[in-house]
């Protein structure tokens, strides 16, 4: 017994040592947030943070700000910065070696860091000032540490120095993020379009007429179903690997503004919360930038987005603003005819040569890697499996793709003046929507567009001829918008939002299916008067109204003594029972929600295995099949059918009868399958799963989520809303503003999880800071 104590203390003192020596050695990247630091600014700037370290900075100028700003964003999120930088670079592998190089050798190709340079030599003097003094803040808040980033020290390296040319590719690693299919949609449609009759092709790939909300009133019509015989490639029995057809985007965002006549206090109140990659750190800081300029006090709040040097979306006091993503159509395929040596290829003015950039790709712990990459006038040649050469057309490669103008907004002063700017933001084609103290409220994409003169947008093209091409960037009063409709509420989420002559200028990238953007629309109209509580809530909001006639169409085929048949009566009553809520405790969810996507997936598997046989997947495609699918069942026509299934009835049943199986299998039974126990929250540090035992720990805690897709409140696993907003310039004090992690990416710093679990409770925490708790001090050098 004395030998096992003995042994039982001496491993409590080993755990003891290697966690104090992991705290000290943690400890020493840990910033001061008491801290006094000379720096090379022009008058004394205080950096002061609340309880939960929301970020104030108080200085006398514009560039000091930027300088402040850099500093912070350096000792809280610098790994973060530099991993946006490395992934828009394709740079990653350096890091992290060869698991990198594939994503690296995907973003590469676009030579970002080279047009990042070129932009620094057109950019006007003010915006290079702003970015050196931020930069010279983000080397200056890193140096300032005692020790590099914890995450340095766990990759054995030494972080690189940050220039000016970083927080440009940081707007590009939002390119990615938002528009990144790389041409992978229209590849998609082409194969699609060629393998079936055009009547069955237009059916299938149709706007939803079921889940339709947009801004401007237009309405999109049902295409009916063709009186041909149904396709017979559609009716074949093939495997697939992924079977779920395209259904809700995966990434986006809502926001929605009410005009002033809404309102109690006479503002306009604007909400938005922006759907993300859930990870840790978060994406978004909390910040609040004072400085005077022109003798007048300026202050704007909000969020800021680590690398770059201004606030994304906030408020100023006059006019808040809040973005969700456009999903218009930003890039076109191009097929190339290549010469038989394929050194050439044909363009308008005939034969040309293409273009050879050599990149050199830097692998930890093993040789570079040689990137060759062929490059047109159009742009760079993309791979795909059916060995057809293509060209991507991109909006992200044009020099107006990025710029500083966003920050234009930060002394902007009514609605009207902001989409005034629409065509100068150099940033992924946004829905913009802005509110401002008078109580007007507008709506514009907020990026660059071109003219484009192209026969069919969402297949490759052939551009040789010189019939399709990109015509000139679009001039501001061109661009679609909307200021003050007569309703007094504007939204956006993702799906269609205008239509007619506006959508011939966007087109579709990939819409959503449109029922998260009824949903709002619906909710807003019910509101007889609103305020930032109300508009809140509506973010929260977890009702399934695309499910309400799935579970019609359910309970019809399984009647009681159906079910008792097919023993599927416990399947049925809970289906029954269900709230059509995504709550974290209501099993008839679950089952609902995978009855519909496995109905789907049985409805067209035989798409899916079409496309992955010629290197593609259903999921590329730019429409949901949800609307195809109710039309033929409406129909009730056998050919429409695959094969192996007699009546769709019979095709309903099996998709009733596997969906229990695969829950039964999967929970052990049909009641532990509650819509938490399957949303279950896998919030991760990019790292954790590089340290043993311990690295959990820079996790946030797994824990059951409400919320799911085509509702307001998005919520998956990792990924969902990155952050929720609601203000009316002039009464911030009113307003909202919660993220998902933390202020912090260091795991000893009190701001770590600061924000998370107030985003887990829904809790309304205020948009503007709080009492100070710490303060940091900039003196300028002697």
């Known amino acids: 017994m004395k030998i096992i104590s003995w042994l039982l203390s001496l491993v409590v ?27 090379p600014i022009a008058h004394p700037v205080s950096l002061k943070r609340d309880q939960l370290g929301y970020l104030t900075i108080h200085a006398t100028d514009r560039s000091d700000t930027a300088y402040a700003l850099g500093f912070a964003h350096a000792q809280e999120r610098f790994f973060q910065m530099d991993l946006s930088r490395r992934s828009a670079a394709g740079e990653l592998s350096a890091l992290f070696g060869q698991q990198a190089l594939n ?16 932009i620094l030599t057109q950019l006007k003097a003010p915006d290079l000032e702003l970015l050196a003094a931020y930069s010279r803040g983000v080397n200056d808040g890193l140096n300032r540490l005692r020790q590099p980033p914890f995450e340095y020290l766990l990759l054995q390296t030494t972080p690189e120095p940050w220039l000016e040319q970083d927080s440009l590719l ?144 906030g408020s100023n006091g006059k006019i808040a603003w809040g973005f969700t993503n456009s999903t218009a159509d930003w890039h076109d395929l191009i097929s190339l005819t290549l010469s038989d040596d394929e050194q050439q ?34 742009g760079p040649l993309i791979p795909f499996a059916d060995g057809q050469p293509y060209a991507l057309r991109w909006i992200a490669h044009d020099p107006q793709a990025v710029n500083l103008n966003l920050r234009y907004l930060e002394k902007a002063e009514s609605a009207a003046e902001v989409l005034r700017f629409a065509n100068t933001m150099g940033i992924p084609a946004q829905n913009v929507l802005v509110a401002d103290q008078q109580g007007h409220i507008g709506w514009s994409i907020f990026g660059p567009m071109r003219q484009r003169h192209v026969a069919d947008w969402d297949t490759a093209q052939d551009w040789s001829k010189g019939d399709n091409y990109w015509g000139e960037q679009l001039e501001a009063a061109a661009y679609p918008q909307l200021l003050n409709p007569t309703s007094g509420r504007l939204w956006s989420a993702n799906a269609r939002t205008v239509g007619g ?44 109204h695309l499910l309400q006639p799935w579970q019609a169409l359910l309970l019809d085929t399984l009647s009681p003594e159906r079910s008792e048949q097919y023993q599927l009566t416990e399947f049925r009553q809970l289906i029954a029972q269900s709230s059509l809520k995504a709550d974290v ?198």
Request: proline content about 7%.
């Open 585 to 782: 405790n209501d099993v008839g969810y679950t089952l609902l929600r995978q009855f519909r996507l496995t109905t789907l997936e049985l409805t067209f598997a035989p798409l899916s295995a079409l496309l992955e046989q010629v290197g593609s997947r259903s999921s590329d495609l730019k429409y949901s099949m949800e609307t195809p699918f109710w039309l033929m069942l409406a129909a009730n026509r056998a050919d429409t059918l695959p094969a192996n299934y007699q009546s769709w009835q019979d095709l309903l049943l099996s998709a009733a009868k596997q969906t229990e199986q695969n829950i039964q299998a999967q929970y052990g039974s049909l009641t532990q399958a509650n819509w938490g126990t399957r949303n279950t929250s896998k919030i991760k540090h990019p790292l954790s799963g590089a340290i043993p035992l311990i690295g959990h720990w820079l996790n946030m805690a797994d824990t059951p989520l409400s919320g799911d897709s085509h509702m307001p409140k998005v919520q998956h696993p990792a990924f969902g809303q990155s952050q929720r907003m609601v203000v009316a310039p002039g009464f911030e004090e009113l307003g909202v503003l919660v993220i998902s992690s933390g202020q912090s990416g260091h795991p000893l710093s009190p701001f770590y999880r600061s924000d998370h679990p107030y985003w887990l409770a829904e809790v309304a925490l205020p948009f503007l800071p709080g009492p100070e708790k710490y303060q940091q001090q900039l003196i300028p050098n002697p």
């Open 170 to 313: 940081v707007i590009y690693s939002m390119y990615l993020d938002l528009q990144g299919k790389m041409g992978r949609d229209d590849y998609a449609m082409t194969k699609l379009k060629a393998a079936l009759p055009e009547d069955w092709y237009q059916f299938l790939q149709q706007h939803s007429p079921l889940w339709q909300a947009a801004i401007d009133g237009s309405e999109q019509q049902a295409i009916a179903l063709p009186s041909s015989p149904y396709p017979s490639v559609l009716q074949q029995q093939l495997s697939c690997i992924e079977c779920t057809p395209a259904d809700a985007v995966d990434l986006g965002s809502n926001n929605f503004a009410v005009a002033g006549h809404l309102t109690g206090h006479g503002a306009a109140i604007l909400a938005d919360d922006m759907h993300l990659s859930l990870r840790v750190p978060g994406v978004w800081f909390k910040t609040q930038l004072n400085w005077v300029e022109d003798q007048q006090a300026q202050q704007v709040t909000g969020l800021s987005l680590p690398g770059t040097p201004a606030i994304v979306v």
């Open 501 to 544: 002559e506006f959508y011939k200028l966007l087109g579709n990238g990939g819409y959503d299916l449109g029922a998260r953007g009824k949903q709002i629309a619906d909710a807003l109209a019910a509101l007889p008067q609103a305020d930032e509580l109300a508009l809140h809530q509506i973010q929260l909001d977890i009702q399934a």
């Open 103 to 118: 994503t690296d050798i995907s973003h590469r190709r676009h030579l970002f860091r080279q047009r990042a340079e070129h």
């Open 345 to 378: 290829y044909l363009s308008p003015n005939g034969w040309q040569p293409l273009e050879y950039i050599t990149e050199r790709i830097t692998i930890r712990d093993a040789p570079a890697h040689s990137l060759l990459i062929k490059q047109t006038e159009w």
């Open 13 to 39: 003192a080993v755990i003891l040592i290697v966690l104090a020596v992991a705290y000290y050695w943690l400890n020493g990247s840990l910033p001061d947030y008491n801290g006094r630091y000379q720096a």
